[in-house]
């Protein structure tokens, strides 16, 4: 129950101010989002790949209002891609994007979200690494996956991000496997309304397996996105079944969630990469990390009344 009226607060302006300027929040943040500038999410690149893990980067931020804010995020990742350079990594830190961030909800957003995400994955390419277009709330995706297949002319490496939990999916995981794109299928983080998306927990896991089954035996490089020990488990059988190597497909976690069971996966030679966001518009973000397990909020809560 607790669920949904989170992520209902996640798209709230009154709750954003309260929250964010709630002095105890900080420290419960920084768990899920270790840093807020380039130089404090460097030594955790670095950290990650001495212990044998790959990331995807996301630069924080989304549901901004001016085209000169959606440029400001370009260049956070401009920046980013700098950094990365440096370091050479090439694809053991590539980028994740959210193209509400580049200006997809503004008048004429489409455009400008592909305006400002191509420069990105232009300069990630130079680099050797590459970019993942994540998937936001349904009624983005058509555009969502129209710049992604524009993007994939110049850089087929270009990834996206499926959603189980919607109905639309398992005829978007057909065409993306046949186009043998980079794909990672999650459960899906947003409050979807019931004519568009399952509701139940179980009918979402179900229809995870029978998408991740598409991708497996399709043409595409599946990444499996989840802390789910079952899925994981499926996600083995599946590639095994498929006949794919170690390095035909991918685990993905996100950053501070279950970091055993990161290094436990990257102990058995699998591809694990963690999802590491940092900055500092971070509200959304960190609410659909509270919504996904209502004990964050009671951890959040009572570190608010016990300091
Ligand atoms: P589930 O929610 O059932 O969790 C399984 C177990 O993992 C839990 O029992 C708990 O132990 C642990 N766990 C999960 N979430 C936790 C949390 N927040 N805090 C503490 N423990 C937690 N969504 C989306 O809509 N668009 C996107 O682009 C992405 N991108 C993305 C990238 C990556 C790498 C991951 C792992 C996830 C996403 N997501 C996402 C989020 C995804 O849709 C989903 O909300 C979360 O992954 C939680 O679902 P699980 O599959 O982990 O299962």
Redesign the pocket.
């Given at each position: 129950m607790l669920g949904p009226v989170i992520l209902a607060a996640s798209r709230s302006d009154k709750m954003r101010k309260l929250v964010s300027a709630a002095p105890v929040t900080k420290p419960v943040v920084n768990r899920?989002i270790p840093g807020e500038t380039v130089d404090q999410v460097v030594p955790i690149v670095e950290e990650a790949v001495g212990k044998g893990l790959e990331l995807?980067l996301d630069v924080v931020g989304e549901d901004i209002t001016t085209p000169e804010q959606a440029a400001h995020a370009r260049d956070a990742y401009l920046e980013l891609i700098e950094r990365l350079g440096d370091l050479g990594h090439g694809t053991k830190a590539e980028m994740?994007v959210k193209l509400s961030m580049f200006g997809q909800a503004l008048e004429g957003g489409h455009e400008l979200a592909l305006a400002n995400v191509r420069p990105v994955v232009e300069a990630a390419a130079a680099i050797g690494t590459t970019v993942t277009l994540?998937?936001?709330d349904h009624t983005t995706l058509d555009s969502m996956f129209a710049i992604h297949e524009e993007l994939r002319k110049d850089f087929p490496q270009t990834g996206c991000?499926i959603?189980a939990y919607l109905f639309r999916t398992e005829a978007d995981a057909r065409r993306l496997a046949a186009n043998g794109s980079r794909v990672?299928i999650?459960?899906?983080?947003?409050k979807e309304p019931a004519e568009v998306a399952y509701q139940d927990?179980s009918e979402i896991d179900k229809a995870y397996v029978r998408i991740l089954k598409i991708l497996m035996e399709g043409e595409g490089y599946p990444m499996i996105?989840?802390?789910?020990?079952r899925?994981i488990a499926i996600g083995q059988e599946l590639a095994r079944r498929a006949g794919r190597k170690l390095d035909e497909y991918e685990f993905?976690?996100?950053y501070g969630?279950?970091s055993e069971e990161h290094l436990r996966l990257a102990a058995e030679g699998h591809r694990m990469?963690v999802?590491t966001a940092y900055g500092t518009d971070w509200y959304g973000y960190f609410m659909?990390?509270?919504a996904?397990?209502p004990?964050?909020l009671l951890f959040f809560v009572r570190s608010m009344i016990t300091k």
């Amino acid at each position: 129950m607790l669920g949904p009226v989170i992520l209902a607060a996640s798209r709230s302006d009154k709750m954003r101010k309260l929250v964010s300027a709630a002095p105890v929040t900080k420290p419960v943040v920084n768990r899920f989002i270790p840093g807020e500038t380039v130089d404090q999410v460097v030594p955790i690149v670095e950290e990650a790949v001495g212990k044998g893990l790959e990331l995807t980067l996301d630069v924080v931020g989304e549901d901004i209002t001016t085209p000169e804010q959606a440029a400001h995020a370009r260049d956070a990742y401009l920046e980013l891609i700098e950094r990365l350079g440096d370091l050479g990594h090439g694809t053991k830190a590539e980028m994740s994007v959210k193209l509400s961030m580049f200006g997809q909800a503004l008048e004429g957003g489409h455009e400008l979200a592909l305006a400002n995400v191509r420069p990105v994955v232009e300069a990630a390419a130079a680099i050797g690494t590459t970019v993942t277009l994540d998937a936001e709330d349904h009624t983005t995706l058509d555009s969502m996956f129209a710049i992604h297949e524009e993007l994939r002319k110049d850089f087929p490496q270009t990834g996206c991000v499926i959603q189980a939990y919607l109905f639309r999916t398992e005829a978007d995981a057909r065409r993306l496997a046949a186009n043998g794109s980079r794909v990672r299928i999650v459960k899906g983080a947003y409050k979807e309304p019931a004519e568009v998306a399952y509701q139940d927990k179980s009918e979402i896991d179900k229809a995870y397996v029978r998408i991740l089954k598409i991708l497996m035996e399709g043409e595409g490089y599946p990444m499996i996105g989840s802390h789910d020990p079952r899925l994981i488990a499926i996600g083995q059988e599946l590639a095994r079944r498929a006949g794919r190597k170690l390095d035909e497909y991918e685990f993905q976690m996100l950053y501070g969630i279950r970091s055993e069971e990161h290094l436990r996966l990257a102990a058995e030679g699998h591809r694990m990469r963690v999802y590491t966001a940092y900055g500092t518009d971070w509200y959304g973000y960190f609410m659909r990390r509270l919504a996904e397990k209502p004990a964050n909020l009671l951890f959040f809560v009572r570190s608010m009344i016990t300091k």
